[in-house]
């Protein structure tokens, strides 16, 4: 082995080693992300002229700065690693972050305000419903090259249709803020509806381009299938269904304790399409796939 | 020079760090600017500040930028091997935070000179560790400059050796 060789091999490790790093953040980013929509749901719908010391308010402040300064974090952070998307992606969705928390400080000083109401929660559903697709892609590039793979390489179809249903939920959750302006009322319905059933078939979409990944051979002549891209993206589908069903007990019956259920689930989606992205707790399973005949080979040859 | 922290984060990485650094100096004039803005202009008298004025909403997004840019400056020492860099900038870090809850404390106890004991002591916090955390700031932009000499010194052997 050369000099050559060997420092480019300490190099590569090093490069994975730091990728590794930026993916734990990714994973923070994500897990705050879903926390401080949770807590805003919960704010938005279950406490009534909440003040600057309200302690719900305080969390969710809490919150959201970590979720803002980690996607700080993780846009230079990529930009030190040359992830160019990566890092201008999560830089803009610093600075949306940022002027949402704004208008969050503007309606602390006038919570009566249906105006005002209105554009705080537009603008950080907004800010929401952009991380969500941010933060998947984040998410794919930075474990591909954590694994050792070219960032230039092809994306499986089952991944971008995986970006698709995340830009699909988050255009999802934003029409289904516009359903609390009465103005923008049957508008935003008829579109929440809409987005829902298209973020549904894309999720179905997901399941099956995941199994028939498995039945197409790769260069090597092995299989490339990741069982675990199945089952996250079922349980995602199983999320996603009883999110309809309790949007429809929400119309029918009434009532702000469904919207904060559906929150829930929302979130639950959007961490099994994340999991479907990465697939992570790989298990060996060698044993469980058949051996490829030549025949088959030369078939797909 | 044996004792020098140059990292292992590259000559471009350094520069671009380095700018992030301008980046945050800039945040940290503009924060003085609008504090000073509120001290002498707003609660000099007997006028307060609440937390929709939009002065204050300014220097609040400006305060934010600032702590994330001081992170992101520790996060690089820390991940690059730069152990000066990363402790300096995580002191600005804790200044930031204590800063920050001496803000609130003068928001939420009233928000002005005459408001009383309490929310004259968040503003005396809020000052002087924004001062305690432009120092650290700087000495650890200082040692990236310092790196990034080093690093442009070492280049040109390390090329006649190849």
Not at chain 1, 136 to 153: D, H, P, Q, W
């Amino acid at each position: 082995m050369t000099v050559q060789t060997l420092s480019e091999n300490v190099s590569l490790k090093n490069e994975s080693r730091r990728a590794r790093w930026i993916l734990y953040f990714v994973y923070l980013q994500a897990l705050f992300l879903i926390l401080t929509y949770i807590v805003g749901v919960w704010l938005g719908t279950e406490i009534h002229n909440a003040t600057i010391t309200t302690p719900d308010l305080v969390v969710h402040g809490i919150l959201a700065s970590g979720f803002a300064l980690l996607s700080a974090v993780v846009g230079f952070l990529a930009a030190l690693e040359n992830q160019k998307r990566v890092a201008i992606s999560n830089l803009a969705l610093f600075f949306i972050t940022i002027v949402a928390g704004a208008t969050g400080f503007a309606y602390l000083g006038n919570n009566s305000s249906s105006n005002q109401i209105l554009v705080t929660n537009l603008s950080m559903m907004t800010t929401i419903g952009i991380a969500m697709p941010i933060t998947g892609y984040s998410l794919a590039k930075i474990s591909r090259s954590a694994s050792g793979l070219k960032s230039n390489e092809h994306s499986s179809l089952s991944s971008l249709m995986t970006y698709f249903a995340l830009v699909a939920l988050s255009f999802t959750v934003i029409a289904g803020t516009a359903v609390e302006t009465i103005a923008l009322y049957a508008f935003a319905v008829v579109l929440h509806v809409g987005l829902a059933a298209f973020t549904v078939s894309l999720v179905l979409g997901i399941v099956i381009l995941s199994v028939l990944e498995g039945s197409t051979l790769d260069k090597t002549g092995s299989r490339s299938w990741v069982p675990q891209r199945v089952i996250y993206s079922l349980l995602g589908l199983a999320a996603i269904s009883i999110a309809g069903g309790d949007g429809v007990i929400t119309v029918t019956v009434g009532g702000v304790s469904y919207v904060v259920v559906m929150a829930e689930l929302t979130v639950l989606i959007y961490s099994f399409l994340l999991l479907s992205i990465e697939a992570p707790l790989h298990l060996n399973l060698a044993f469980f796939r058949r051996p490829v005949s030549k025949s088959a080979l030369k078939q797909q040859e | 020079m044996e004792r020098e922290e140059i990292g292992n984060l590259g000559l471009r990485g350094l520069s671009l760090t380095l700018r992030l650094c301008y980046a945050n100096f800039l945040v940290y004039l503009l924060l003085y600017v609008t504090g000073m803005y509120i001290n002498i202009y707003v609660t000099s008298g007997v006028n307060t500040i609440g937390i929709s004025d939009i002065t204050n909403i300014v220097h609040m997004v400006l305060a934010i930028v600032n702590f994330a840019f001081t992170f992101v400056i520790m996060v690089v020492g820390f991940l690059y091997a730069m152990r000066k860099v990363a402790l300096f900038s995580l002191g600005a870090v804790a200044s930031l935070v204590i800063a920050t809850v001496g803000g609130m404390l003068f928001l939420s106890t009233g928000g002005g000179r005459q408001s009383g004991d309490i929310t004259l002591l968040g503003g005396w916090v809020m000052s002087f560790l924004f001062m305690l955390a432009l120092f650290l700031s700087y000495y650890a932009t200082l040692k990236i400059v310092r790196a990034i000499r080093i690093t442009e010194l070492v280049k040109p052997t390390e090329q006649r050796m190849t």
